[in-house]
């Protein structure tokens, strides 16, 4: 599986795979946020990141966000959580985009797992989400000096 960029020919499959990924790991959301999120992400922020993707026989199964070496977003669908696509993504934002900083919702605590194990520690948290509702962030970085993971 090669990792590819995005076009906004994209959107449409990768707010798709957004709305399946968040539906599976992100249970504290409720419906009205869902719904309120998904015209932001395909209106604004999808154009606001570099978008990388995986496919799989055509498909796209998980994609990446990076803006100011922030990973802003990594969706995978639910079927390929856990299959090594979300490491292929990361090692792709920190090897050829930069990436050294996350933002993760405190109550995806695998999600917070993933990044440990992929190098990057808590630096701190926030009360608010980015829309400014109580879903608590934490704050994460990787040491620019770890030694780049293959």
Not at 2 to 18: A, G
Not at 62 to 76: K, Q, R, T, W
Not at 106 to 112: C, D, L, R, T
């Amino acid at each position: 599986m090669k990792t590819i960029k995005v076009t906004n020919n994209h959107y449409q499959e990768l707010i798709e795979v957004w709305e399946a990924s968040v539906r599976a790991t992100h249970d504290f959301l409720p419906e009205k946020n869902i719904n309120e999120l998904k015209p932001l992400i395909f209106d604004q922020y999808f154009a606001a990141v570099e978008l990388y993707c995986v496919k799989n026989e055509g498909d796209i199964i998980g994609f990446i966000g990076v803006a100011d070496s922030n990973i802003e977003m990594l969706f995978i669908r639910p079927d390929f959580i856990g299959k090594g696509v979300g490491k292929q993504l990361i090692l792709h934002a920190i090897n050829e985009l930069g990436a050294s900083k996350v933002d993760v919702n405190e109550q995806n605590p695998k999600a917070i797992g993933f990044y440990k194990k992929m190098g990057f520690e808590k630096v701190g948290r926030s009360e608010l989400d980015g829309q400014g509702n109580p879903f608590p962030l934490i704050h994460m970085m990787r040491q620019s000096s770890s030694a780049q993971l293959v």
